[in-house]
């Protein structure tokens, strides 16, 4: 069993930055690619980025590119998501999500694909 632990959302003004943090523990040892979702109050979960076990391949929506970095650090067992530039758009609740193995899913954005999720964090930019 894992267990994934989000944090770092909080209030923003539009323009502003956060950095979301997602912390793995459990039986973590073996490799694993990762994943942020992000889900806005009646609307689907959806895809924001992706990264492999390596880090080594990148994925991300176009609403983000550019001014979201997802990165992670093995050693620690968490995924980080640096949100730059924020627009009120990007108000949601925001998941990580670990898939087994050490390639990003083929099907990247569905939510089918990943083995385990957090709780979530709330995103929330004010314009």
């Known amino acids: 069993q894992v267990q994934l632990v989000e944090s770092g959302g909080g209030l923003v003004q539009a323009g502003g930055s956060l950095r979301l943090s997602c912390a793995a523990s459990?039986?973590?040892?073996?490799?694993?690619?990762m994943g942020w979702f992000r889900q806005a109050p009646g609307k689907e979960r959806e895809f924001v980025a992706a990264?492999?076990?390596?880090?080594?391949?990148?994925y991300y929506d176009d609403s983000v590119k550019g001014r979201f970095t997802i990165s992670r650090d093995n050693a620690k067992n968490t995924v980080y998501l640096q949100m730059n530039s924020l627009e009120p758009e990007d108000t949601a609740v925001y998941y990580c999500?670990?898939?087994?193995?050490?390639?990003?899913?083929?099907?990247?954005?569905?939510?089918?694909?990943?083995?385990?999720w957090g709780q979530g964090t709330q995103v929330t930019v004010s314009s």
């Open positions: 999500a670990l898939k087994w193995g050490r390639t990003i899913p083929i099907m990247r954005r569905d939510v089918r694909e990943y083995n385990y």
């Open positions: 459990g039986r973590t040892f073996n490799s694993y690619a």
């Open positions: 990264i492999s076990w390596s880090g080594g391949t990148i």
